[in-house]
T-cell receptor, first 115, second 116 residues
Framework: DTAVSQTPKYLVTQMGNDKSIKCEQNLGHDTMYWYKQDSKKFLKIMFSYNNKELIINETVPNRFSPKSPDKAHLNLHINSLELGDSAVYFC??????????????FGPGTRLTVL | AQKVTQAQTEISVVEKEDVTLDCVYETRDTTYYLFWYKQPPSGELVFLIRRNSFDEQNEISGRYSWNFQKSTSSFNFTITASQVVDSAVYFCALSEDRGGADGLTFGKGTHLIIQP
């Protein structure tokens, strides 16, 4: 059984469109994250959610909005897509116990290409 | 703010050679956690190790070993007798203690190429 899953695996779309990437974890973890990996392989945290509350919101354009319908899901909505949004987006989860520093379990990634 | 530096962008060695990947970190916290992840050509991120700031013992797992030195703020990773399957991008990462929701700060990665 897949621990952290993302759909779709590939997403090709036109500039200006709105798209969503879904993430689900079946590990019973309390915290979920979104990371962006750019064309140079640099990984950067975008958001994290702990018990449905946004904890970290890095300097990400407000065109990006995470939405968590429940503890097992953290979806990423992107409005008005731009060329620079092309990247691989990884979802991750961790137990989120007090004290932090838990291992984060990553999904397989979603490769977004904006034309 | 925290920072992770992996100065080696790419390393290429011949199979069976030993190779060390360097990682230097910066943080103001006394409690923090260090990680290594592997990203093979297939693209997934594979967890290798986690170490907290209070545990400076070196760790060995098969052909992999890690050397954590707080005095030099380094957490280096050595592969002994490298194999072609070790070819991947390796990321060192840091998280600070924020009570359970801290994201990882990654280095830029080292692309390791093992030639047969």
């Amino acid at each position: 059984d897949t621990a952290v899953s993302q759909t779709p695996k590939y997403l090709v779309t036109q500039m200006g469109n709105d798209k969503s990437i879904k993430c689900e974890q079946n590990l019973g973890h309390d915290t979920m994250y979104w990371y962006k990996q750019d064309s140079k392989k640099f990984l950067k945290i975008m958001f994290s959610y702990n018990n449905k509350e946004l904890i970290i919101n890095e300097t990400v354009p407000n065109r990006f909005s995470p939405k968590s319908p429940d503890k097992a899901h953290l979806n990423l909505h992107i409005n008005s897509l731009e060329l620079g949004d092309s990247a691989v987006y990884f979802c991750a989860s961790s137990p989120g116990v007090a004290g932090g520093g838990d291992e984060q379990f990553f999904g397989p990634g979603t490769r977004l290409t904006v034309l | 703010a925290q920072k992770v530096t992996q100065a080696q962008t790419e390393i290429s060695v011949v199979e069976k050679e030993d190779v060390t990947l360097d990682c230097v970190y910066e943080t103001r916290d006394t409690t923090y956690y260090l990680f290594w992840y592997k990203q093979p050509p297939s693209g997934e991120l594979v967890f290798l190790i986690r170490r907290n700031s209070f545990d400076e013992q070196n760790e060995i797992s098969g052909r992999y070993s890690w050397n954590f030195q707080k005095s030099t703020s380094s957490f280096n990773f050595t592969i002994t007798a490298s194999q072609v399957v070790d070819s991947a991008v390796y990321f060192c990462a840091l998280s600070e203690d924020r009570g359970g929701a801290d994201g990882l700060t990654f280095g830029k990665g080292t692309h390791l190429i093992i030639q047969p």
